[in-house]
């Protein structure tokens, strides 16, 4: 397999950790631009530069390019959230790059103004907070147009597993203290007691996914906005009760009333309706999908949780 140069935006997160990480293992050429206040993995070549200094920016990509020949295989933008950060890429890898795959969110959707499973073109869009500022860099892209830019925008759900946090509903979503607020026998508080509907997708995943995107057959695949999510439509409340099991612990649930958590908390109203999907669109590419089931991959987590804090128990399968 011919190793290719991959640019990565940002590189020492959560997902674009999991990206650079994946990439490298293949045998890549993996350069990544961060602020530089995390580690990035070992053997990629680190450009620091904030994406908010346009200058500086604009620096380490022109290092990142000179040392790459002139151009990137694949460029993944990981960490884009607002119309400026949509049109900095236009402008920096414009005629650059065979491949932008641009990570946006599927709270992009109106969470009151659903339908079932959401597509990406029967849809009415949320206009504030994360998901506006999402889905107004997906439109700057949109009218960029593809030719010059070949770009795919990935919408993906709850994405869980190693390097983050578990919980998928609020109050208590990405909380640390999750393990042993269960193993203590303590309820877990879930919006509604956790009947929304979600389609989780493991990491592992999603960061297939994108690398296998940027190998896609441009026709359908350029200029295209596609869902990503995890094979299984489950209850919110199946994603604890899965950790509960996994930790042979009983789960205790306190049902936190919806109506008075959309009042109180306008900010989450993206986690106040049910989130699954029709992937048709990322099938037609060809790529395979998430494939993880929910269970095999919460045990994936959890085991990485209690490696990284020492509480893995007496014969614990690690």
Same mark, same amino acid.
């Given at each position: ?16 950790? =999991? ?14 631009? !961060?602020?530089? +206040?995390?580690? &990035? ?48 890429? &236009? ?88 393990? /042993? ?16 509907? +979600? ?25 295209? #906005? ?9 209850? /919110? &409340?199946?994603?604890?009760? $899965? #950790? ?26 993206? *986690? $106040?309706?049910?989130? *699954? ?13 998430? /494939? !993880? ?10 085991? =990485? ?14």
């Amino acid at each position: 397999m011919t190793s290719k140069n991959i640019f990565v935006i940002g590189g020492s997160g959560f997902l674009s950790g =999991a990206i650079v990480k994946a990439a490298l293992h293949a045998g890549n050429s993996v350069y990544v631009v !961060t602020r530089g +206040q995390r580690p &990035v993995a070992e053997g990629t070549r680190a450009l620091v530069a904030d994406r908010h200094d346009a200058k500086a920016f604009a620096a380490a990509v022109d290092e990142g390019l000179r040392a790459a020949g002139g151009r990137f295989d694949l460029v993944v933008d990981a960490i884009p959230f607002s119309p400026d950060d949509a049109r900095q890429d &236009v402008e920096l890898f414009r005629g650059k790059t065979d491949r932008l795959v641009f990570v946006s969110t599927d709270f992009v959707y109106d969470p009151l103004r659903r339908r079932f499973p959401q597509t990406e073109d029967d849809a009415v869009y949320y206009l504030h907070g994360y998901g506006g500022g999402k889905r107004k860099a997906e439109e700057v892209l949109l009218a960029a147009g593809s030719n010059d830019l070949p770009w795919v925008v990935v919408r993906p759900g709850h994405i869980y597993g190693p390097g983050s946090q578990l919980g998928c509903l609020p109050p208590l979503g990405r909380d640390p203290g999750l393990i /042993s607020r269960l193993r203590e026998g303590m309820p877990v508080e879930l919006l509604g007691g956790g009947h929304f509907l +979600q389609q989780p997708v493991f990491v592992g995943d999603l960061v297939r996914v994108i690398l296998e995107l940027g190998d896609a057959p441009p026709d359908p695949t350029v200029g295209s #906005i596609m869902n990503v999510a995890g094979p299984e439509i489950i209850e /919110s &409340v199946a994603y604890y009760r $899965i #950790i509960a099991e996994a930790l042979s612990v009983e789960l205790k649930i306190s049902e936190v009333p919806v109506a008075a958590y959309a009042r109180d908390n306008p900010d989450k109203a993206s *986690f $106040i309706c049910h989130r *699954f999907y029709d992937l048709s669109r990322l099938a037609a590419t060809g790529v395979q999908l998430p /494939s !993880t089931s929910l269970a095999d991959g919460l045990r994936t987590h959890v085991q =990485a949780l209690q490696r990284s804090t020492g509480q893995s128990e007496p014969g614990w399968p690690l």
